[in-house]
Structures are given as structure tokens and as C-alpha cells.
């Protein structure tokens, strides 16, 4: 069955440096999303993507956030210059329409 | 503003009981859905079920059932003959547009 593929499972960051969460949705998906789990708390929504664009964004997703599609397989969150509280498990998702298909997560642990 | 309230936050019950977790949404929209997804220990997010808000009916699949009653804006989830493999944190879900709203999480813990 097809996944979703995340990449790095853990990444280990100092705080103020730049990191790259990236996602491989499933193939014949259209939209792609980013969602985060602070440690022992609720899955939050950060950003949703269709079409080249974000289609939404929460009030989390500030400006130290970004998202690329650069190729036709991988879609990437960016975080500019990362803080403690950014430590969370980010989950990317991709869906054709319903449901979303989550990834396995990438645990991001700041420094 | 979509809203999904988990009122439970911890259930343990033993091998073979039936659970049911409770979920209660908000939402203005009239066109919705609802998920339930189940987070085992090893931190993956596993699809369960899901239910449009124009069908309201019930259904079976395997050990899985769920009451979905539009009048109480209730969607809740029941595990029949529970397994230990069952223990998880489990979240119901709410998508009115593009993103999902996620309650707090139920951990169920199956004793054997």
C-alpha cells in the first residue's frame, strides 16, 4: 500500500539554525499538508498546499515557517531560525481528497 | 471555528472488554467530515474511520463501530472484544475545509 515517506525520523537542531522537513507524499496525490505534535499534547494544523500554493495556514505557520514542492515528488517545511518551543513531532500528510494519509513523523529536537 | 472535545483522557480496560471513546465537535459548516485515528506507542498516525455529515448511518467494519448522531454533534468510537495491540492514544477529527481539527486524545490501555 502506498505511504507517505518522512525524512529524517529525528533531527537534532541548535536553536537559531535552519531546518528541512522533508515529505514524500503519496503518488497521485494533489494536496499536502504539515501538522505538528508538541510532546503529550494534540496534533495542531500548521499549513495545507494545493496546487502550488498554500491553500491555509494557521496562526502557528508565522513567518519563520515555509513550504516547497521543488520537484514532482518531494515537499519540503522549512523552519528559518528555529526555537526551543519548535521541539514537536512534524507529521506530513497528503490526501487525493478524503482522508489524510499521515507519515510516519519526524521528531525535531532543539538545542 | 471548528472544535473537537475529547472530555475522556485516560481509559483501561481488560483483553476482550468493549470501550468506547467519546468525541463531540463543533462546527458551523453543513458540510463536514469526521475521523478517528489511532496513535500507537511507536508515534504513527494510523486512519481509522471516517464519516461524511450527510450520512448519518452506522456501521460495523471487523472490531471497529461507530455512532455518529448529527442532533448531539457526537461521533464516538467503540472496540469491540479490545486487544492489548489496541492500547494507543486514539484522536477524533474534524475536517470542515482543508485541515483537520484534532481533539486532545483518548490513551486506552488494553490490560491483558
Known amino acids: 500500500e502506498p505511504e507517505v515517506t518522512q525524512t529524517p525520523s529525528h533531527q537534532v537542531t541548535q536553536m537559531g539554525q535552519e531546518v528541512i522537513l522533508r515529505c514524500v507524499p503519496i503518488?497521485?496525490?494533489?494536496?499536502f499538508y504539515w501538522y505538528r505534535q508538541i510532546l503529550g499534547q494534540k496534533v495542531e494544523f500548521l499549513v495545507s498546499f494545493y496546487n502550488n500554493e498554500i491553500s491555509e495556514k494557521s496562526e502557528i505557520f508565522d513567518d519563520q515557517f515555509s513550504v516547497e514542492r521543488p520537484d514532482g515528488s518531494n515537499f519540503t517545511l522549512k523552519i528559518r531560525s528555529t526555537k526551543l518551543e519548535d521541539s514537536a513531532m512534524y507529521f506530513c500528510?497528503?490526501?487525493?481528497?478524503?482522508?489524510?494519509?499521515f507519515g510516519d513523523g519526524t521528531r525535531l529536537s532543539i538545542l | 471555528a471548528q472544535k473537537v472535545t475529547q472530555a475522556q483522557t485516560e481509559i483501561s480496560v481488560v483483553e476482550k472488554e468493549d470501550v468506547t471513546l467519546d468525541c463531540v465537535y463543533e462546527t458551523r459548516d453543513t458540510t463536514y467530515y469526521l475521523f478517528w485515528y489511532k496513535q500507537p506507542p511507536s508515534g504513527e498516525l494510523v486512519f481509522l474511520i471516517r464519516?461524511?455529515?450527510?450520512?448519518?448511518q452506522n456501521e460495523i467494519s471487523g472490531r471497529y463501530s461507530w455512532n455518529f448522531q448529527k442532533s448531539t454533534s457526537s461521533f464516538n468510537f467503540t472496540i469491540t472484544a479490545s486487544q492489548v495491540v489496541d492500547s494507543a492514544v486514539y484522536f477524533c477529527a474534524l475536517r470542515a475545509n482543508s485541515k483537520l481539527t484534532f481533539g486532545k486524545g483518548i490513551t486506552l490501555s488494553v490490560r491483558p
Open positions: 500528510a497528503s490526501s487525493e481528497s478524503q482522508p489524510q494519509h
Open positions: 503518488s497521485n496525490h494533489l494536496y
Open positions: 464519516r461524511n455529515s450527510f450520512d448519518e
